[in-house]
């Protein structure tokens, strides 16, 4: 009885050792749901826990339902991003893991309301910021494409391109069709492209789409409220009027040409001579001299220094000479003024022969001084 009762103590002690010991807990769990600003789960979307104190990283997926979950996270302060297809949604810094779990939901409706709470925002007013941002965003995206397209078109037009540049300013419109500088620029192509045309009907075609092209361009900028506050808008109308104004010269509607160069006169008083030069010019090559003769002088009213405005103004009062009773020609006062102020203002420039040329015929004199050093006196 007495050896039973000792095997039996012996038993007993082998089967206590055999037992598995105690394994003392050393990590935490972590778990949550995350919610989009509608309230809406965010399924597939990324949750890293970065440890603040070593830099390792838990990276955790939310399931259908937005839920997440992890185990064996070691004890420490974490900061905690969550991120969807790359982009970051929102990140929490600081967060404490013990040896127990931790709850941490990510609701962003909730965060956004909390923020704007923290600002002093209504949640009219906190919408209102979002949208305004997200608006800035978009924006910048647009303006970046149609710079692509801008920068492909001036590339090709520099290089006598013109239907590339034509196709990229195209593809700009599709992107944005409300931006002025697009429009005018497709203009400037369609009119460039035009010289290269060796069908009339073409031609005639593509300067037609010019002048539409630009007045596009023309109407988009009137009507922009950001364009009016511009200091410079109307310099810049005046130069969509200025290239519009050249595609109606170029198809034959003088009419139109010159009361858009007239336009573009009034608008930039600092370069209106050079918009009355080219309206002048129109009225000239149109035969039109008595209207011609009175733009070049408000050509050099605005710049008495513009020596080929005499010249015009002299060829077109030439024009008008008239025959004496004595046979000879007889041209209207002023005209020997205008060749000679030319001569004056640039003796050796393009038009220096044909003005001395021109004097001759009317039996005016002829100063040969100008341009010429002249001897210095004696004392």
Not at 12 to 20: C, N, Q, R, Y
Not at 229 to 238: C, F, Q, T, W
Request: charged share 25%; net charge neutral; proline share 4%.
């Amino acid at each position: 009885m007495k050896n039973y009762f000792v095997l039996s103590l012996l038993l007993v002690l082998a089967v206590g050792l055999s037992a598995p010991l105690a394994v003392a807990q050393t990590t935490g769990s972590v778990k949550g749901v995350c919610r989009d600003s509608d309230g809406k789960p965010i399924a597939q979307a990324e949750v890293e826990w970065v440890s603040s104190e070593t830099g390792h990283k838990y990276t955790l997926k939310t399931n259908n339902k937005g839920e997440y979950f992890s185990l064996g996270i070691v004890p420490g302060k974490y900061n905690v991003k969550l991120s969807k297809d790359g982009k970051e949604l929102f990140h929490l810094n600081g967060i404490p893991v013990q040896l127990d779990e931790v709850d941490q939901d990510i609701d962003l409706k909730k965060e956004k309301a909390n923020q704007a709470a923290a600002q002093g925002l209504t949640p009219e007013q906190q919408k209102a910021k979002e949208d305004a941002v997200a608006k800035a965003a978009a924006e910048n995206k647009t303006v970046g494409a149609l710079n692509e397209k801008l920068t492909a078109a001036k590339a090709a037009s520099d290089a006598g391109d013109y239907d590339t540049a034509i196709a990229a300013l195209t593809a700009a419109n599709e992107i944005d069709s409300n931006r002025d500088l697009i429009w005018f620029r497709l203009g400037d192509a369609y009119r460039l492209s035009a010289t290269k045309q060796t069908d009339p009907a073409e031609k005639q075609k593509r300067y037609e789409i010019a002048a539409a092209d630009y007045q596009k361009a023309v109407d988009l900028r009137a009507a922009s409220d950001t364009a009016t506050k511009d200091p410079e808008n109307n310099a810049k109308l005046a130069a969509y009027y200025n290239n519009l104004a050249e595609a109606y010269a170029k198809s034959r509607k003088v009419d139109e040409a010159i009361s858009t160069y007239g336009k573009a006169a009034q608008l930039d008083p600092t370069h209106a001579a050079t918009y009355l030069f080219n309206e002048a010019a129109v009225l000239t090559n149109a035969g039109r001299a008595d209207e011609a003769i009175v733009v070049w002088d408000k050509v050099i009213a605005a710049d008495p220094t513009k020596a080929a405005a005499y010249y015009q103004k002299g060829v077109n009062l030439i024009a008008k000479e008239t025959v004496g009773k004595d046979g000879k020609a007889v041209a209207p006062a002023g005209t020997a003024e205008a060749f000679q102020k030319y001569l004056e203002l640039d003796p050796n420039g393009p038009f220096a022969e044909g003005a001395k040329a021109l004097l001759a015929s009317i039996g005016a004199p002829v100063e040969t001084d100008y341009g010429k050093k002249k001897p210095a006196k004696k004392n």
